[in-house]
Nanobody
Framework: QVQLVESGGGLVQAGGSLRLSCAASGGTFSTYALGWFRQAPGKEREFVAAISSRGWRNYADSVTDRFTISRDNAKNTVYLQMNSLKPEDTAVYYC????????????WGQGTQATVSS
């Protein structure tokens, strides 16, 4: 069983930065595709960024050029560096691991709140 624990959320002003971390325990971290998702109040959860086991990255259009996903297999941790934050980035951010063939992820964290004030 894989457990994921996010950290790094908080309150920041528009234009600021946050770095989210997601530490994994159990499983074979280096073999997993990893992702970040977010859910704003009253909205459905949406894709933010993903990184494959080989380091290939893709991003939602809304965060391209502002967010960067990275992974450290030695630390079993995936990161999301968020720069030039906007109020519309306010959400609970979730990390996910082990993308299945149907596109779903097998494991999810509990989420961390990021709030961007205007």
């Amino acid at each position: 069983q894989v457990q994921l624990v996010e950290s790094g959320g908080g309150l920041v002003q528009a234009g600021g930065s946050l770095r989210l971390s997601c530490a994994a325990s159990g499983g074979t971290f280096s073999t997993y595709a990893l992702g970040w998702f977010r859910q704003a109040p009253g909205k459905e959860r949406e894709f933010v960024a993903a990184i494959s086991s080989r380091g290939w990255r893709n991003y939602a259009d809304s965060v391209t050029d502002r967010f960067t996903i990275s992974r450290d297999n030695a630390k079993n941790t995936v990161y999301l560096q968020m720069n030039s934050l906007k109020p519309e980035d306010t959400a609970v951010y979730y990390c996910a691991a082990d993308r299945l063939v149907d596109g779903r992820y097998a494991y999810w964290g509990q989420g961390t709140q990021a709030t961007v004030s205007s």
